[in-house]
């Protein structure tokens, strides 16, 4: 079965950390393009960070710039999002996503055929 399931979410004090994770599972996750967005109540879902296959290449929305980082452990099937000096505006469910891009925009929902099911991030002032 194929799945994606995030961990690591939480209430964390506004300049606090976490660290989300992502597990794969009967995909081909080492082929993979994987990607975080978040969603914020009555908002649409964005862009927030994507890495290529092979961890060579990284892409971040220039909210979370300097502040997020993406990584990937392929002999582990698993994408983690370290996020350190959390803001309140950082409130949100993120979803991890994956797939083959071919030419296809890291930025884009569209581009993603595979989703988690969300984690909540809550930052309190």
């Known amino acids: 079965q194929e799945q994606l399931v995030e961990s690591g979410g939480g209430l964390v004090q506004a300049g606090g950390s976490l660290r989300l994770s992502c597990a794969a599972s009967?995909?081909?996750?080492?082929?993979?393009?994987m990607a975080w967005f978040r969603q914020a109540p009555g908002k649409e879902r964005e862009f927030v960070a994507a890495?290529?296959?092979?961890?060579?290449?990284?892409y971040y929305a220039d909210s979370v710039k300097g502040r997020f980082t993406i990584s990937r452990d392929n002999g582990k099937n698993t994408v983690y999002l370290q996020m350190n000096s959390l803001k309140p505006e950082d409130t949100a469910v993120y979803y991890c996503?994956?797939?083959?891009?071919?030419?296809?925009?890291?930025?884009?929902?569209?581009?993603?055929?595979?989703w988690g099911q969300g984690t909540q991030v809550t930052v309190s002032t």
């Open positions: 009967g995909l081909t996750f080492s082929s993979f393009t």
């Open positions: 890495i290529n296959w092979s961890g060579d290449s990284t």
């Open positions: 996503s994956g797939d083959i891009l071919y030419s296809r925009s890291v930025y884009s929902t569209r581009s993603y055929n595979y």
